[in-house]
Nanobody
């Protein structure tokens, strides 16, 4: 299983960025997927998750209302639209996948490599 994240970069505070994560090697597309992030010197934290049907989504309190997670199962890809970015959103963003959305939010089975988002003030 490979999860390939992309879309990171430098953005000014108040700006927006869209991350993508393409999945390959999953035997079934019925996987929940999501995003975590790790800021310098901090532990990795949950950001957002989406069920395989997109009927359920979850967000951390710090991004709710600013970030939107979505998916395109035909392309095995998920997206994270990040609006109203703040300097504290600066982090390495990782995508993840698990059969269970509940497990995904804590200890997902599959991880992708990170993509760095830097928000300048």
């Amino acid at each position: 299983v490979q999860l390939q994240a992309s879309g990171g970069g430098l953005v000014q505070a108040g700006g927006y960025r869209r991350l993508s994560c393409a999945a390959s090697g999953l035997t079934s597309y019925r996987y929940a997927m999501g995003w975590f992030r790790q800021a310098p010197g901090k532990e990795r934290e949950f950001v957002a998750a989406i069920s395989w049907s997109a009927s359920s989504t979850y967000y951390s309190g710090s991004v709710k209302g600013r970030f939107t997670i979505s998916r395109d199962n035909a392309k095995n890809t998920i997206f994270l639209q990040m609006n109203s970015l703040k300097p504290e959103d600066t982090a390495e963003y990782y995508c993840a996948a698990d059969f269970s959305i509940s497990v995904l939010r804590t200890t997902p089975e599959y991880w992708g490599q990170g993509t760095l988002v830097t928000v300048s003030s």
